[in-house]
């Protein structure tokens, strides 16, 4: 390679070529062969992560850091531990959060954290989706919901303050690791319930809530088994660690924690975890490069084998899934179902508003059989947190709430031919979070959890980082 082709080379990669640590030094030096390659593939994604741990500037990580992306994680995992006041008690979760709000505003006051709006199509669903709350609630002040959207503004400030410690501090691999790890302690003690007691029953009770609310507010094992029996996460994780580490036996342990990790999950028997798994292996599989599929199919039988056996050994598991979600359908009584089919005819009586935030409960009650549901007199739930805000704030808040999820989703899951080595760890971990936020909005009322809000966050932070990665312009076809 003579000198001139390599000046042309060096202003087509320009500083792309810098950033990804290519050998430029010597004009005459031959590019990186296909084995280099794939080695730069793995060691870019380590890079990536292990940057994002050191923050832009090298400089001491803040205490909004270690607070917010370090030690939240836990206080998350000990689900509904109360913390006694004079006046009452507030769960541990809620407490912390709080601490870390005060840490974080004073930090801006200081000027001491970088203030971004971030994905400018997702700031505007936002907006879309809190002003219709808003107007709606002005048309149905008899609701007296103003809390409510009070709390869902806050919700959403507690989002963009992960986001912006995340931008100023950088710090992506140990927030995953700190949210694998509060995970992974709440799964062990939802295995340890389970032997404890010899019954998958308890287990699975407690993580729909169908326990006694004191028991579990008051007994901070079965709070944290909750925890433990309801989320991925963890697993999804460990996916996303995988092409970051070069040592075979590492990738071992994290193939056999993230099987470990999917039968706690499992042993809470919700349907919502067979499906998350089951759409969320094929995407997996189709975001890895290609060396990396053939790992990801063993995993994916793997896990396969982890929800049969769980199937195989638990009569309860064999009735729900072939019995009563039979059953449900046939009468006309699975929530979901039901819900989303009586949707469009509440949405047409207040098309542009909706019924005011707080009014979905009651309204959506009426489309069930009288006694199919636990608890109708008290309303029911929201279990799709798209036909809660349809019905709430009509289209404009269905619109909104939307627009912020295809923000959040679109450039990760996006088909790209091209993409920097670096970045390959970042769009996994966009797509598999996304997956995951996407799963509690869908199969719950997902949007009203501080936790959905964090992981929101951590979406906005990776949807910028991938924005920098794609302007580099050297990558592999995935």
């Not at 380590?46 to 030690?71: D, M």
């Not at 993580?207 to 944290?224: M, N, Q």
């Not at 719950?444 to 990665?469: A, K, Q």
Request: aromatic share 8%; net charge positive; hydrophobic share 50%.
């Amino acid at each position: 390679m003579d000198k001139s082709s390599a000046g042309s080379e060096m202003d087509i990669a320009g500083v792309a070529a810098r950033r990804l640590s290519m050998d430029v030094a010597t004009p005459g030096t031959p590019g990186p062969q296909p084995s280099q390659q794939r080695m730069a593939g793995s060691a870019g994604a380590g890079r990536v992560l292990a940057s994002a741990s050191r923050g832009s500037s090298g400089r001491q990580k803040s205490l909004s850091f270690w607070l917010l992306l370090v030690l939240y994680p836990f206080a998350q995992s000990l689900g509904t531990y109360p913390v006694e006041f004079a006046a009452g008690s507030v769960s541990a979760e809620f407490l912390f959060s709080l601490v870390c709000t005060l840490v974080v505003v004073a930090e801006i006051s200081r000027g001491s954290l970088k203030i971004a709006p971030g994905n400018p199509y997702f700031l505007l669903g936002l907006a879309l989706w809190l002003g219709a709350n808003v107007a709606s609630l002005l048309l149905h002040l008899e609701l007296g919901t103003g809390d409510m959207v009070f709390r869902m503004l806050l919700k959403a400030m507690f989002g963009y303050m992960v986001f912006w410690v995340l931008q100023t501090n950088g710090g992506l691999s140990v927030l995953l690791k700190s949210l694998a790890a509060g995970c992974a302690l709440s799964g062990l003690f939802t295995i340890v319930l389970c032997v404890e007691t010899g019954s998958l029953e308890l287990v699975r009770q407690a993580s729909y809530a169908g326990l006694d609310p004191v028991a579990l507010e008051t007994d901070v094992f079965l709070g944290v088994a909750r925890a433990g029996s309801g989320s991925l996460l963890a697993v999804w994780i460990c996916c996303i660690l995988y092409p970051s580490v070069a040592s075979k036996w590492k990738r071992a342990v994290l193939l056999a924690l993230a099987v470990c990790l999917l039968l706690a999950s499992m042993l809470g028997l919700t349907r919502a975890m067979v499906v998350e798994v089951v759409v969320g292996m094929p995407v997996l599989w189709f975001a890895m490069p290609r060396r990396f599929r053939p790992m990801v199919a063993i995993g994916g039988l793997a896990f396969a084998g982890v929800i049969a056996g769980v199937i195989a050994l638990s009569d309860r598991w064999q009735e729900r899934v072939f019995g009563e979600t039979r059953d449900q359908f046939e009468a006309g009584a699975d929530p979901r179902t039901v819900l989303l089919l009586n949707t469009p005819a509440e949405l047409m009586e207040q098309p542009l508003l909706g019924h005011g935030p707080g009014s979905y409960p009651l309204r959506m009650t009426k489309y069930f059989p009288v006694g199919t549901v636990f608890g109708m007199e008290a309303g029911m739930a929201a279990h799709n947190s798209f036909s809660r805000a349809a019905v709430e704030a009509g289209m404009i808040g269905l619109l909104g709430f939307t627009l912020m999820m295809a923000a959040l989703g679109w450039r990760a899951v996006r088909r790209r031919s091209k993409l920097a080595l670096s970045g390959i760890s970042l769009r996994l971990a966009a797509i598999m979070i996304f997956l995951h936020v996407v799963s509690r909005l869908t199969f719950g009322d997902g949007i009203t959890l501080n936790s959905t809000w964090f992981l929101i966050g951590v979406l906005l932070y990776l949807d910028r980082s991938l924005l920098r990665e794609e302007s580099r312009g050297i990558a592999p076809r995935l």
